[in-house]
T-cell receptor
Framework: QKEVEQNSGPLSVPEGAIASLNCTYS??????FFWYRQYSGKSPELIMF????GDKEDGRFTAQLNKASQYVSLLIRDSQPSDSATYLC???????????FGKGTKLSVKP | GAVVSQHPSRVICKSGTSVKIECRSL??????MFWYRQFPKQSLMLMAT?????????EQGVEKDKFLINHASLTLSTLTVTSAHPEDSSFYIC???????????FGPGTRLTVL
């Protein structure tokens, strides 16, 4: 059973701080990794995807992938209250070509 | 960009009726679309994988005769909840896979309430 694990949180950080979200996955053959943000009552929104080891930066967001250790992380710099949401880690590798999602980490950014 | 729409956004129906939900990829073609269900404060649950021109593949425990999926074109998949009951009340979300990046983009979701 392929799994994606995330700490459910809540993770609470002060405004302006760096929020660090972590995810581990079980399938060593996974090639594609995604971070989605889901606000309460809304559908998930793609933030970033990463395929190669190392860091990928997009604005305040940095995704980090370490295939040897089978973890992927998301850093949010200068966190804002509007970043408060549940962050979903997803990995390719489902039997139907579907993504396998973690249960999400709830982030709360306090003003 | 990659935009996925869903219609309707919200539906309230009586027990025993059928409800059709449409999912469209607006600016890309999607051979594969996925249907999810999410109950309050719970995680996404994949219901089925919809492939254009072929039968959908359902996850274990999802009744294919109750949740009818049709993927008639590369931009449209529909989910019909047949003979809906109050326990079917949930947030139904589709996603469409953009093949050039193997990336899934989600629709805004449909909130179904069965009275």
């Amino acid at each position: 059973q392929k799994e994606v694990e995330q700490n459910s949180g809540p993770l609470s950080v002060p405004e302006g701080a760096i929020a660090s979200l972590n995810c581990t996955y079980s399938d060593r053959g996974s090639q594609s990794f995604f971070w989605y943000r889901q606000y309460s009552g809304k559908s998930p929104e793609l933030i970033m995807f990463i395929y190669s080891n190392g860091d990928k930066e997009d604005g305040r967001f940095t995704a980090q992938l370490n295939k040897a250790s089978q973890y992927v992380s998301l850093l949010i710099r200068d966190s804002q209250p509007s970043d408060s949401a549940t962050y979903l880690c997803a990995v390719n590798g489902g039997s139907q070509g579907n993504l396998i999602f973690g249960k999400g980490t709830k982030l709360s950014v306090k003003p | 960009g990659a935009v996925v729409s869903q219609h309707p956004s919200r539906v309230i129906c009586k027990s025993g009726t059928s409800v059709k939900i449409e999912c469209r990829s607006l600016d890309f073609q999607a051979t594969t679309m996925f249907w999810y269900r999410q109950f309050p404060k719970q995680s996404l649950m994949l219901m089925a994988t919809s492939n254009e021109g072929s039968k959908a593949t359902y996850e274990q425990g999802v009744e294919k005769d109750k949740f009818l999926i049709n993927h008639a074109s590369l931009t449209l998949s529909t989910l019909t909840v047949t003979s809906a009951h109050p326990e079917d009340s949930s947030f139904y979300i589709c996603s469409a896979e953009r093949e050039d990046t193997d990336t899934q983009y989600f629709g805004p979701g449909t909130r179904l309430t069965v009275l």
